[in-house]
């Protein structure tokens, strides 16, 4: 489920460019393409022009998240030589692309069939409590965000979310305050499953390969 967006809101931009280090980027991403077809590079420039936002966001008071300004998706239409209305369609269609202002940590809850089976809905309810908004809202103080996603393809390590580029898998409604209040106070929390689990081998350890997971030390 998308945050509903317009592309005349008053908190669009007037303006947007990249900065150095993302121009440099940018045009390294551009590079991979061979010529006449620069205009594939459409998706992986819309990510970094949300990475820049999400850089600059961190730093603002209140701080905000990764967001695509319809300014931004201009000056990649101009970039690449597209119509703007292209760019538009691109960022609209794909979950990943936020297209109007979310908060500095976007929580994405998946509620897909596998995840709702293990137990989803107490996690969105604690969610919601424990932040004090619903779906496609942010806190007060800019700092979360809440999104209902598709699989996200952690199914074996359900229920599962994802926030910004981190997943948080085996979730219980205790761990996944622990989670959030340690993302509160700017802290790094355990990523990946909250249960110990190596992978996606049984919570009772590997069933097969037995020497091989010992070796490797994940056994």
């Not at 997943?167 to 205790?174: A, G, K, N, Q, W």
């Amino acid at each position: 489920m998308k945050k509903p967006f317009d592309l005349n809101a008053d908190y669009q931009p007037e303006s947007f460019a990249f900065n150095k280090a993302c121009k440099k980027k940018a045009e390294e991403l551009i590079a991979l393409y061979p010529p006449g077809r620069q205009q594939s590079a459409v998706m992986p420039l819309l990510d970094l022009a949300q990475r820049q936002v999400a850089e600059e966001g961190a730093k603002a008071d209140p701080p905000y998240g990764g967001w695509i300004p319809r300014a931004a998706m201009d000056h990649i239409a101009e970039i690449l030589g597209m119509e703007k209305v292209k760019v538009y369609e691109v960022a609209s269609f794909y979950s990943m692309y936020n297209m109007a202002p979310v908060g500095k940590y976007l929580v994405q809850l998946c509620t897909t069939t596998p995840c709702w089976l293990c137990g989803s809905d107490d996690i969105v309810k604690t969610c919601k409590k424990h932040l004090g908004i619903g779906m496609g809202e942010t806190t007060k103080d800019g700092k979360f965000s809440l999104m209902e996603v598709e699989c996200l393809g952690a199914c074996v390590n359900a229920p599962m979310m994802q926030i910004n580029d981190d997943y948080f898998e085996d979730l219980t409604s205790d761990t996944i305050k622990e989670v959030l209040d340690l993302l509160a106070e700017d802290m790094k929390p355990k990523v990946g499953s909250q249960r110990g689990r190596k992978g996606s081998m049984a919570m009772s350890g590997p069933t097969s390969l037995e020497d091989r997971a010992k070796k490797a030390g994940v056994a």
